[in-house]
């Protein structure tokens, strides 16, 4: 539900309505009237109506469009690689064979880098999450540690845990 407002600058008195009317501000609002800054006539400005979109777009969309700008550059450039590698050819190889071979290489080039970075990746992954239950299996046994914790001490009489403490404070 968004209201569309329209804003104007004209030589009328300061008004403020909401849907579909204007607001009118005059230079007397920023400036006093017997301003020397004040012009003297219209100018092109003063009648310049602003319209507020009546919704915005959509985040999907938004998206969408940048992952396509993003593909979309993407392909320019590897073009754009596979065309430079081609010049680097001798020119005794025909063009379309070179462009192949230039191509066939760039993806291997590109395949092990991606390969080489996800398998770091999923191997930083399995070795903290090993070492995440390593770490529980091993202190399974202690409970968790506070002054509150509800165990088989809390149930204990308060004179006892004094008692305890006096004396090993002796």
């Known amino acids: 539900m968004a209201s569309s407002a329209m804003f104007s600058i004209s030589p009328h008195s300061p008004k403020c309505y909401h849907k579909n009317q204007t607001l009118a501000l005059t ?20 009648n310049i109506k602003f319209n507020k979109p009546v919704a915005p777009r959509p985040l999907v969309y938004a998206l969408q469009s940048n992952i396509f700008k993003v593909i979309q550059t993407a392909w320019n450039v590897g073009k754009d690689g596979i065309e430079a590698g081609t010049n ?69 009489d308060p004179v006892e845990e004094a008692r305890k403490i006096m004396e090993k404070y002796k």
């Not at 400036?31 to 004040?38: A, D, G, I």
């Not at 070179?98 to 996800?118: E, G, K, M, N, W």
């Not at 999450?129 to 409970?143: M, R």
Request: aromatic letters at 12%.
């Open 27 to 46: 230079h007397s609002n920023f400036l006093p009237s017997t301003s020397f800054l004040r012009p003297k006539r219209k100018t092109l400005f003063s």
């Open 88 to 156: 680097l050819v001798p020119d005794s190889v025909p063009r379309p064979i070179a462009r192949i071979s230039v191509t066939v290489v760039a993806l291997s080039a590109a395949l092990f880098v991606l390969r080489s970075f996800l398998s770091t990746a999923f191997f930083a992954l399995a070795t903290m999450g090993l070492v995440y239950f390593v770490f529980i299996a091993l202190n399974k046994d202690q409970g968790p540690r506070g002054g509150s914790g509800s165990g088989s001490d809390s149930m204990e």
